[in-house]
């Protein structure tokens, strides 16, 4: 059974910083794209980031420069760093991942790309 389970959101003040993280299991990890996505209410869900299984890293343009995606394979956990956080980044942030087949990357930013889901974490950027 594949569980994925994001931690770490909370309420930051805007220009700070925070990490969420996401631990899975049920998988094997280092076979497996990650993906971060965020969903503010009334919105779509979207695109953060991605990060292959050879490390590589994507990024939304809305985010790039200030957030970097990462993972430690030997503690099957994905990681977003946020920095310079701004109030239009207040979202419930879920992670996702599929499995690595070859796949193009272009194909990262798409929802329906990803086959496994968390349940979010909700953060919130206010004074």
């Known amino acids: 059974q594949v569980q994925m389970t994001e931690t770490g959101g909370g309420l930051v003040q805007p220009g700070g910083s925070l990490r969420v993280s996401c631990a899975t299991s049920g998988l094997t990890f280092s076979d497996i794209i990650m993906g971060w996505f965020r969903q503010a209410p009334g919105k779509e869900r979207e695109f953060v980031a991605a990060?292959?299984?050879?490390?590589?890293?994507y990024y939304s343009t809305s985010v790039k420069g200030r957030f970097t995606i990462s993972r430690d394979n030997a503690k099957n956990t994905a990681y977003l760093q946020m920095n310079k956080l701004r109030p239009e980044d207040t979202a419930v942030y879920y992670c996702a991942a599929e499995l690595s087949r070859g796949q193009s990357s272009a194909q990262y930013p798409r929802k329906n790309f990803y086959t496994f889901w968390g349940q979010g974490t909700q953060v919130t950027i206010s004074s």
């Open positions: 990060i292959n299984t050879g490390g590589y890293t």
